[in-house]
């Protein structure tokens, strides 16, 4: 791929673009020279090839003609001073008329040069927010080389050279408009209005231009001589184009070196005129632009400003709505013809096999899942619904019926037994997976422990639930949580290999406190029932005076042998995998356990700290914790917290901390 080389431009070529509403545009290149401007070429191409053909003139500046009758103009009389303080005077009031109707980038002033014998005046030019620009190629419009003019900046231009009186004359007749311009002893007379032409005919624009002079001050014998010179101007346009009296046609010609033929200046006037006003001191008229000037727009930028054309977007629109209309039946067509493709070396018959099979899979799951529920996931669920501060000593699942623990809440963030009731009761509620919860509980004893009992309906088994990190016990393990520092500073080591079986409690992972149990043992039965029901018990292995802790649940779609409903109790102690050294699984996971040897269900609160590792301070002791221990209890906190502040590695906020948790102890030892 070659690579076009840029041209560098000519300072001295200017380019005119006309785009009429009805046949090809037109550009012409005037260069400028000593004594005016001078025609290089004029060609007339399609508007798509205007920006091909703008690069390849090497023009400097590049002005597009509006159509007549889109820009406004006024003139403001000036008092006689230098030129700096004339525009500054015609900015003020250009800025009065205006009161911000116009924005500045579609505005512009100039002061008309001096001529003898009359008086200094300038012309304010308004192309309205309301008038569109020509149909011009995208990227010449976002192009920061385009200006615009209108048809009076280019006639205000011609009425200044030497010698030319006026009136000059440019007739729309498709549009029905009249511009024109005269030179008066109060300066010179812009006007463009609209007229219709087709009533009034020549009448009409003679009426026009004869207000206008008197408006600036012409005399009787003026207005004579002034319609005459109308009439003859009128004459010379034909009807349509651009007209003037012959003296002042004379003087044009040599100005820009064109022809003295009106044919000639009925299509070449308007672009000659706004050449001379881009190369001369009214060069600020043809300084209009479309858009708010601002910075290059990167490649987004550009699609944007192309989907603005209301073509592209028009299209765009309807294109959108034949794809919504007929893609999917494309796409089901193609969709059709590639199964058809992929499966061409099945035959019918088989593929009729297939898809019955397919058909009576699904229904089978589909029955399945309305029938069955899904044990693990509920105890998985429920597990999740269990904040820190319960530990849970029963659990009872009733297929199609309820769920019911029993269990004890104790004081665990500040929170009451019976906060953390209801704070699990919540939980439940926010899962959407319990509804219809009943609760009930004991007067909490000494040790601030309460027995309560909670049940619910399970309306959604199936339904998939959403937990915070805080409460997902899979994510956080209650180890993490107690003591975050050595969990992160301690890698984890893999477990051990397991040397028989572990039972599944629906809920691994979770690291709810859950304790449960189970086994298998041959059913002998003796328990009659439609519904059967598995149990687990942790006491058969344990001592007396241990509390056994059960997880019973009933499932109506299990088959047994004889098929009838049957209860089977299993040990725990036949299947049960060895716990991990360091300690049992059920502290790892955050699990609570009762009636196993050697378990401990102390946890850190009113029973003081537990403990920690030699870098890891010990736990944040409340008011309320100390005040609820025994002298024991004290003093045993009261060793761990002297140990721990003599610590180097703590900082010196913690030991700060740990000498007003001794003090405390202390002083709640001395009152017992």
């Given at each position: 791929?070659?690579?076009?080389?840029?041209?560098?431009?000519?300072?001295?070529?200017?380019?005119?673009?006309?785009?009429?509403?009805?046949?090809?545009?037109?550009?012409?290149?005037?260069?400028?020279?000593?004594?005016?401007?001078?025609?290089?070429?004029?060609?007339?191409?399609?508007?798509?090839?205007?920006?091909?053909?703008?690069?390849?003139?090497?023009?400097?500046?590049?002005?597009?003609?509006?159509?007549?009758?889109?820009?406004?103009?006024?003139?403001?009389?000036?008092?006689?001073?230098?030129?700096?303080?004339?525009?500054?005077?015609?900015?003020?009031?250009?800025?009065?008329?205006?009161?911000?109707?116009?924005?500045?980038?579609?505005?512009?002033?100039?002061?008309?040069?001096?001529?003898?014998?009359?008086?200094?005046?300038?012309?304010?030019?308004?192309?309205?927010?309301?008038?569109?620009?020509?149909?011009?190629?995208?990227?010449?419009?976002?192009?920061?080389?385009?200006?615009?003019?209108?048809?009076?900046?280019?006639?205000?231009?011609?009425?200044?050279?030497?010698?030319?009186?006026?009136?000059?004359?440019?007739?729309?007749?498709?549009?029905?408009?009249?511009?024109?311009?005269?030179?008066?002893?109060?300066?010179?007379?812009?006007?463009?209005?609209?007229?219709?032409?087709?009533?009034?005919?020549?009448?009409?624009?003679?009426?026009?231009?004869?207000?206008?002079?008197?408006?600036?001050?012409?005399?009787?014998?003026?207005?004579?001589?002034?319609?005459?010179?109308?009439?003859?101007?009128?004459?010379?346009?034909?009807?349509?184009?651009?007209?003037?009296?012959?003296?002042?046609?004379?003087?044009?010609?040599?100005?820009?070196?064109?022809?003295?033929?009106?044919?000639?200046?009925?299509?070449?006037?308007?672009?000659?005129?706004?050449?001379?006003?881009?190369?001369?001191?009214?060069?600020?008229?043809?300084?209009?632009?479309a858009h708010e000037p601002g910075e290059e727009p990167n490649a987004v930028g550009r699609v944007l400003n192309r989907l603005a054309d209301p073509r592209v977007l028009t299209g765009l629109i309807v294109a959108a709505l034949l794809?919504?209309?007929?893609?999917?039946?494309?796409?089901?067509?193609?969709?059709?013809?590639?199964?058809?493709?992929?499966?061409?070396?099945?035959?019918?018959?088989?593929?009729?096999?297939?898809?019955?099979?397919?058909?009576?899979?699904?229904?089978?799951?589909?029955?399945?899942?309305?029938?069955?529920?899904?044990?693990?996931?509920?105890?998985?669920?429920?597990?999740?619904?269990?904040?820190?501060?319960?530990?849970?000593?029963?659990?009872?699942?009733?297929?199609?019926?309820?769920?019911?623990?029993?269990?004890?809440?104790?004081?665990?963030?500040?929170?009451?037994?019976?906060?953390?009731?209801?704070?699990?009761?919540?939980?439940?509620?926010?899962?959407?997976?319990?509804?219809?919860?009943?609760?009930?509980?004991?007067?909490?004893?000494?040790?601030?422990?309460?027995?309560?009992?909670?049940?619910?309906?399970?309306?959604?088994?199936?339904?998939?639930?959403?937990?915070?990190?805080?409460?997902?016990?899979?994510?956080?393990?209650?180890?993490?949580?107690?003591?975050?520092?050595?969990?992160?500073?301690?890698?984890?080591?893999?477990?051990?290999?397991?040397?028989?079986?572990?039972?599944?409690?629906?809920?691994?992972?979770?690291?709810?406190?859950?304790?449960?149990?189970?086994?298998?043992?041959?059913?002998?039965?003796?328990?009659?029932?439609?519904?059967?029901?598995?149990?687990?018990?942790?006491?058969?292995?344990?001592?007396?005076?241990?509390?056994?802790?059960?997880?019973?649940?009933?499932?109506?779609?299990?088959?047994?042998?004889?098929?009838?409903g049957e209860a089977v109790a299993v040990s725990s102690s036949e299947r049960r995998a060895p716990p991990p050294a360091g300690g049992s699984r059920a502290e790892e996971r955050g699990l609570a356990t009762t009636g196993q040897p050697?378990?401990?269900?102390?946890?850190?609160?009113?029973?003081?700290?537990?403990?920690?590792?030699?870098?890891?301070?010990?736990?944040?002791?409340?008011?309320?914790?100390?005040?609820?221990?025994?002298?024991?209890?004290?003093?045993?906190?009261?060793?761990?917290?002297?140990?721990?502040?003599?610590?180097?590695?703590?900082?010196?906020?913690?030991?700060?901390?740990?000498?007003?948790?001794?003090?405390?102890?202390?002083?709640?030892?001395?009152?017992?």
């Amino acid at each position: 791929m070659t690579r076009r080389v840029r041209v560098a431009a000519d300072p001295a070529l200017t380019a005119i673009i006309e785009v009429p509403a009805t046949g090809d545009a037109r550009l012409s290149l005037w260069r400028q020279g000593p004594s005016g401007v001078r025609l290089e070429r004029m060609t007339s191409l399609v508007s798509s090839t205007l920006a091909h053909a703008v690069d390849e003139s090497r023009a400097a500046r590049v002005v597009a003609l509006l159509a007549p009758g889109q820009a406004r103009c006024r003139v403001c009389e000036l008092p006689n001073a230098d030129e700096a303080q004339l525009l500054s005077a015609l900015t003020l009031q250009a800025e009065s008329m205006q009161l911000g109707s116009v924005p500045p980038h579609r505005s512009a002033a100039a002061v008309i040069p001096r001529s003898e014998g009359a008086d200094r005046c300038g012309v304010v030019v308004e192309w309205p927010p309301s008038e569109e620009p020509p149909a011009l190629p995208g990227s010449l419009l976002s192009s920061r080389q385009l200006t615009f003019a209108g048809d009076v900046s280019a006639l205000a231009a011609l009425v200044t050279v030497p010698g030319v009186r006026g009136p000059l004359l440019l007739i729309d007749a498709e549009r029905g408009v009249v511009s024109f311009a005269i030179a008066t002893p109060r300066g010179i007379a812009l006007r463009s209005a609209r007229e219709n032409l087709a009533e009034g005919g020549v009448d009409a624009i003679v009426r026009l231009v004869i207000e206008t002079a008197l408006h600036h001050g012409a005399s009787g014998a003026e207005i004579e001589s002034l319609a005459e010179a109308v009439r003859a101007a009128a004459a010379q346009a034909n009807g349509a184009g651009f007209g003037c009296s012959p003296d002042d046609l004379t003087r044009l010609a040599a100005a820009i070196g064109g022809s003295v033929d009106p044919a000639w200046w009925r299509q070449h006037a308007i672009h000659a005129g706004a050449a001379l006003a881009a190369a001369g001191p009214l060069a600020a008229l043809t300084t209009l632009l479309a858009h708010e000037p601002g910075e290059e727009p990167n490649a987004v930028g550009r699609v944007l400003n192309r989907l603005a054309d209301p073509r592209v977007l028009t299209g765009l629109i309807v294109a959108a709505l034949l794809a919504i209309a007929f893609g999917p039946l494309v796409f089901a067509w193609g969709d059709y013809w590639v199964t058809r493709w992929r499966i061409r070396e099945l035959g019918p018959d088989k593929l009729r096999e297939v898809v019955k099979e397919n058909d009576l899979r699904i229904a089978l799951y589909r029955e399945r899942a309305a029938r069955t529920w899904p044990m693990s996931k509920i105890l998985s669920d429920l597990a999740c619904c269990t904040p820190e501060g319960i530990e849970l000593d029963q659990l009872n699942i009733v297929q199609g019926e309820s769920v019911s623990v029993r269990g004890r809440a104790s004081r665990h963030d500040l929170l009451a037994p019976e906060e953390v009731v209801l704070r699990m009761e919540r939980l439940m509620q926010d899962s959407r997976i319990f509804t219809r919860i009943s609760k009930g509980w004991d007067a909490a004893n000494q040790s601030g422990i309460m027995q309560f009992n909670l049940s619910a309906f399970v309306a959604a088994p199936t339904a998939p639930i959403a937990m915070s990190e805080t409460q997902d016990w899979a994510k956080l393990t209650l180890a993490d949580r107690r003591h975050p520092r050595a969990r992160a500073a301690t890698p984890t080591a893999p477990p051990p290999p397991a040397t028989s079986p572990a039972p599944s409690n629906g809920a691994s992972g979770q690291g709810a406190p859950l304790a449960t149990a189970s086994s298998d043992a041959p059913n002998d039965g003796s328990v009659p029932g439609s519904a059967r029901h598995r149990s687990a018990s942790a006491g058969e292995g344990d001592s007396a005076g241990s509390s056994p802790t059960q997880v019973t649940a009933a499932n109506g779609t299990q088959e047994g042998a004889n098929g009838a409903g049957e209860a089977v109790a299993v040990s725990s102690s036949e299947r049960r995998a060895p716990p991990p050294a360091g300690g049992s699984r059920a502290e790892e996971r955050g699990l609570a356990t009762t009636g196993q040897p050697g378990a401990s269900n102390e946890r850190a609160g009113p029973r003081g700290p537990a403990a920690a590792p030699a870098d890891v301070p010990p736990d944040p002791l409340t008011d309320e914790q100390i005040a609820a221990m025994t002298k024991e209890e004290a003093l045993a906190a009261a060793g761990a917290v002297a140990r721990a502040r003599n610590n180097p590695a703590f900082n010196a906020e913690t030991v700060a901390r740990l000498r007003a948790e001794f003090d405390k102890l202390m002083a709640h030892v001395r009152s017992k």
